[in-house]
Nanobody
Framework: VQLQASGGGLVQAGVSLRLSCAAS????????MGWFRQAPGKEREFVAS????????DYGDSVEARFTISRDNAKNTVYLQMNNLQPEDTAVYYC?????????????????WGQGTQVTVSS
């Protein structure tokens, strides 16, 4: 199993980025997919999650209304559209897969993790 996140970079405040996570899961559509982030010296933080068919979506309080999670089950890929980025969004962003039922916010809900992609937002 491999989750490959990409799309991070160094950007100025106010711009947008789209992260992608390509997953080599046995059946991608069986998994809840999530995005988390971790800033230096801080705990890993829930960003967003999406259910297997995309019907149920959840966002962390700090990103709701700016970030959008989506998935393409035909491409085994989950996306995170990030708009109006702010310096406090600077972190390593991780995608994760959960074989359970229901979207979850806890790190220990998730069974597989990608390597992370760095997002740095300058003011």
């Amino acid at each position: 199993v491999q989750l490959q996140a990409s799309g991070g970079g160094l950007v100025q405040a106010g711009v947008s980025l789209r992260l992608s996570c390509a997953a080599s899961l046995p059946t991608f559509s069986d998994y809840v997919m999530g995005w988390f982030r971790q800033a230096p010296g801080k705990e890993r933080e829930f960003v967003a999650s999406i259910s297997q068919t995309g019907i149920f979506i959840d966002y962390g309080d700090s990103v709701e209304a700016r970030f959008t999670i989506s998935r393409d089950n035909a491409k085994n890929t989950v996306y995170l559209q990030m708009n109006n980025l702010q310096p406090e969004d600077t972190a390593v962003y991780y995608c994760a897969a959960d074989a359970g039922v229901g979207v979850g916010r806890r790190v220990d809900n998730y069974d597989y993790w990608g390597q992370g992609t760095q997002v740095t937002v300058s003011s």
